[in-house]
């Protein structure tokens, strides 16, 4: 396949990366790469974290937009940036750009998470707010930079950007050499393709592997020539990407040895063990790489795996729903429906029947007025902690014996 000039992939080096490591030195965090024993238990690999979500921006981001802003001209520097992004790349640039007195702008989404759109601002960037989608904001973006002759800062199709982001591969295999598999999200591809790059170098046994979710599996569908469809509200906004990088593309299918896809569901199940596990917090696109382990155990098993928590930036709110879920899932939150006689004592003698099995009920709601329900009795949604699923399933066992009539709840049919 031949490609021109932009999108040739030998533009990008480990020389430059290298170059780009000195650079950042001292003004980007060298964050840690660290063993995770309880993940290496949860996964049946040997997984150690490279915790990116360290970073003042809170991701991986702030590197490759320090080497491209670091890379313009004093003429560029005085007309001022601009940069299209759901929130890590809006940060870094914003961050930095104040850092280095360039006045920046950054068109968002207007689904954007707010603590995204708030830590923007706060770094002093001038946020513009278009669209439902990265393309639709990006339409907004480039009207501006004509009207304002703003240089683009892009968020992953560039080499100086890609530069950047390969430092991490730098820092991950001095500190940990052994590695076997680095595991590193994708969305436009700047991530994967920097990182790729300098670890091929420095350890050429080492095998790299891309993660996406499945709504957005643009960079997979290139990599295995296959048609692919980008769509859908994700978990992971941050590599929701329905354009993927000319250049990013060329540098994965050469140095990039397998791609992979993940669920929503297991995206949720990754942020749960980050939290619960780890106690660390990861946004969605920095817990796929984790999903990947959770989704194909077989294939890392026994391995040293690298995983790039590249993200932190999730709204607290969203993380507290998934913590509820995955309670739900494990079976440790039961929500259950109760028919009953509208009789005094009956919610007593129903919470002691959880509490003498060592139950916890955190909530209740009694219902007389619902038309399905008789004129003589009430219905009873409970929830209520338990041990795990077994023990859950005695203490509504328990309630049936009782002579209750009991059906579970969808968790979602109690958090709506």
């Known amino acids: 396949m031949t490609t021109d000039a932009f999108s040739d992939p030998a533009q990008v080096t480990f020389e ?36 990116e979500n360290m970073q003042v921006t809170g991701a991986f981001k702030e590197r490759g937009a320090l080497v491209k802003l670091s890379s313009l001209t004093d003429d560029e520097k005085a007309r001022g940036v601009i940069a299209v992004s759901a929130g890590n790349h809006a940060q870094g ?8 007195g360039i006045p920046a702008t950054i068109v968002m989404p207007v689904l954007t998470p707010f603590v995204k759109i708030s830590a923007t601002r706060g770094y002093g960037a001038e946020v513009v707010l278009a669209g439902n989608t990265l393309a639709e904001a990006k339409a907004e ?19 100086h950007v890609i530069h950047g982001q390969g430092t991490i591969a730098i820092e991950m295999l001095a500190q940990q050499p052994d590695l076997d598999v680095l595991v590193v999200p994708v969305g436009g591809g700047g991530l994967i393709a ?25 960079m997979w569908g290139a990599f295995y020539g296959k048609e692919v469809i980008c769509e859908g509200a994700t978990i992971a ?72 928590l590249c993200g932190g930036n999730i709204d607290p709110r969203l993380l507290s729903k998934i913590v509820v879920r995955e309670l739900a899932r494990d079976g440790r939150l039961v929500s259950i429906r109760i028919d009953t006689p509208d009789r005094p004592g009956t919610l007593g003698e129903i919470a002691t029947v959880i509490g003498d099995m060592q139950g916890n009920v955190v909530d209740v709601e009694h219902h007389r007025l619902f038309l399905n329900v008789p004129a003589k009795g009430a219905t009873l949604d409970v929830t209520f902690e338990a041990f795990d699923r077994p023990h859950g399933e005695r203490i509504v ?20």
């Open 16 to 51: 430059k990366i290298e170059a780009a490591a000195a650079l950042i030195k001292g003004a980007v965090l060298e964050t840690p790469c660290l063993p995770a024993p309880r993940l290496s238990q949860l996964t049946g690999a040997d997984v150690f974290v490279k915790y």
């Open 93 to 100: 640039v914003a961050y930095h750009a104040g850092r280095l």
């Open 141 to 159: 973006a480039d009207r501006l930079a004509a009207e304002h002759d703003y240089v683009w800062v892009h968020p992953y199709d560039d080499a």
């Open 194 to 218: 920097g990182i790729a790059t300098a670890a091929k170098i420095l350890k050429p046994s080492i095998e790299v592997v891309g993660v996406e979710t499945t709504l957005y599996p643009g």
């Open 237 to 308: 906004e941050g590599i929701a990407v329905r354009d993927i990088g000319l250049l990013t593309t060329e540098v994965i299918k050469e140095r990039v040895d397998d791609l992979l896809l993940v669920s929503e569901s297991s995206i949720e199940r990754a942020i749960n063990a980050y939290l619960t596990l780890q106690r660390t917090i990861a946004e969605g696109a920095g817990a796929a790489g984790l999903a990947a382990l959770l989704t194909d155990p077989d294939r890392f098993a026994d391995k040293k795996v690298g995983l790039v």
């Open 397 to 416: 066992a328990a309630l049936r014996e009782r002579g209750f009539v009991v059906r579970y709840l969808e968790i979602g049919e109690r958090m709506d």
